[in-house]
């Protein structure tokens, strides 16, 4: 079955400056790629996704990126506020299931 | 209405009791999902429906026992937990029209669970 990791684990970053999140993912037939955002104690809540027909995505602040032949995808979001501090989890979705990485804790400090 | 909602929020539960988590939305979505959140881990998948049908069971433990009364209702029926099932039990929904992951999932707020 699919296997996604992801890194960093852990992310600290001053307000202001980028953060970038990598995830790789195994099975080639995986072809939807959400990234969900989960604050302490709230719901998973998506903020940006990308199928496997597109290279690039952006929203405002977050983009993601694609690279199929490599089966890796990344999250970037740009001049970070502290309001941005929570786990976000990368996902692939194959076979109808939805298989999320391991998350990172992302930081920013004021 | 673009929210799932899930009933109770906390639920304390002894190993002997028979209780049941329930999830709504009303959204029009044929597709709703269970998930279990242990602390700082990811969701992990349960059950998925599809037009109120069971479509995937990921070996799940028949302890706990998931129901769709009707397109909008999951409930997931629990007997005889053990400790280590404490967690955060979270219902999702999402379209279920061009496959069941395929499309965006929307959770809910999720049920923390705890089992003594």
């Known amino acids: 079955g699919e296997n996604v990791e992801q890194h960093p684990s852990t992310l600290s970053v001053q307000e202001g400056d980028s953060a970038v999140i990598k995830c790789t993912y195994s099975?080639?037939?995986?072809?939807?790629f959400p990234w969900y955002k989960q604050e302490l104690g709230k719901r998973p809540q998506l903020i940006i996704d990308i199928r496997s027909n597109v290279g690039e995505k952006k929203d405002q602040r977050i983009a993601v990126t694609l690279n199929k032949t490599a089966k890796h995808f990344s999250l970037h979001i740009t001049e970070t506020q502290p309001e941005d501090s929570a786990v976000y989890f990368c996902?692939?979705?194959?076979?109808?299931?939805?298989?999320f990485g391991t998350g990172t804790r992302l930081q920013v400090f004021p | 209405d673009t929210e799932v909602t899930q009933t109770p929020k906390h639920l304390v539960m002894g190993m002997t009791n028979k209780k049941s988590l329930k999830c709504e939305q009303h959204?029009?979505?044929?597709?709703m999902y269970w998930y279990k959140q242990k602390a700082k881990k990811p969701p992990e998948l349960m059950f998925v429906y599809s037009y109120e049908k069971l479509s995937i069971n990921e070996s799940v433990p028949s302890r706990f026992s998931p129901e769709c009364p009707n397109s909008s209702l999951l409930n997931l029926h629990l007997h005889a937990l053990q400790p280590e099932d404490s967690a955060l039990y979270l219902c999702a929904s999402s379209q279920g029209i061009a496959g069941v992951s395929t499309d965006t999932q929307y959770f809910g707020p999720g049920t923390r669970l705890t089992v003594l």
């Open positions: 099975d080639s037939a995986s072809n939807y």
């Open positions: 959204m029009g979505h044929r597709a």
């Open positions: 996902a692939a979705v194959n076979t109808d299931k939805l298989i």
